[in-house]
Structures are given as C-alpha cells and as structure tokens.
Nanobody, 127 residues
Framework: QVELVESGGGSVQAGDSLRLSCAAS????????MGWFRQAPGKEREFVAT????????SYADSVKGRFTISRDNAKNTMYLQMKFLKPEDTAVYYC????????????????????WGQGTQVTVSP
C-alpha cells in the first residue's frame, strides 16, 4: 500500500514558478508509473503529466507542455512537478498518483489507470 503526500503548493502571481513534490511511503517508488492531475472548482480532475518508472518516458497535457516538467528521484521516493510561467487557469488542487507498472517504460494518462492518490495541494495563480 503506497501512501502519497503532496507539498509545495501556494499562492503566486501569473508568470511565477512553483515546484510540487510528491513523497511516497509504504512502497518502492521505482515500481510505479506516476502522474500529476489537477482539479479546478466545478471541473473534473484532469491529466497534467505522467512519468515512467525509469523516468525516461514522460507525457504532458497540451495546456502545460513547455511550461511544466515532471521528474522523479527514485532514491528519494519522490516525484516532482516544476511549474513555470504559471497562468490563472492553472489554479487547481494538484494531485499525485501512482500505479504499479510491469514495464519500466509504462506511463499512465487516465485517472482510472491509477490505484493510489495523494490528498492534493492547492495552487492559486493570481492575474
């Protein structure tokens, strides 16, 4: 049973940067494909980015491509989301997720692909 805890959220202005962290416990992170999702008020949870077990394969939502970077440090059991050039429309609760993956290159893009979720961290971007 993997437990995930997000941190690093906050209130910033448009154009600023933030780095979110997702710390895992209760399991070896290198066995899991990981992802970031977000949910704005009144909207469904949406995919942001995913990273394979090895870290060599990633995928991003078009809305964040070129601004956000997903990474992981398996030795520290931690995943990150570096967010740059933040926009007001990035305002949401950000969730990290994990799914045990058989292959090191596996990635997961759908909420239904993931078995484990964190509690979320709020990111608020002011104009």
């Amino acid at each position: 049973q993997v437990e995930l805890v997000e941190s690093g959220g906050g209130s910033v202005q448009a154009g600023d940067s933030l780095r979110l962290s997702c710390a895992a416990s209760g399991g070896t992170l290198s066995n899991y494909a990981m992802g970031w999702f977000r949910q704005a008020p009144g909207k469904e949870r949406e995919f942001v980015a995913t990273i394979s077990r090895s870290g060599f394969r990633t995928s991003y939502a078009d809305s964040v491509k070129g601004r956000f970077t997903i990474s992981r440090d398996n030795a520290k059991n931690t995943m990150y989301l570096q967010m740059k050039f933040l926009k007001p429309e990035d305002t949401a609760v950000y969730y990290c997720a994990a799914d045990r993956a058989p292959f090191s290159s596996d990635i997961r893009l759908r909420t239904t692909d993931y078995d484990y979720w964190g509690q979320g961290t709020q990111v608020t971007v002011s104009p």
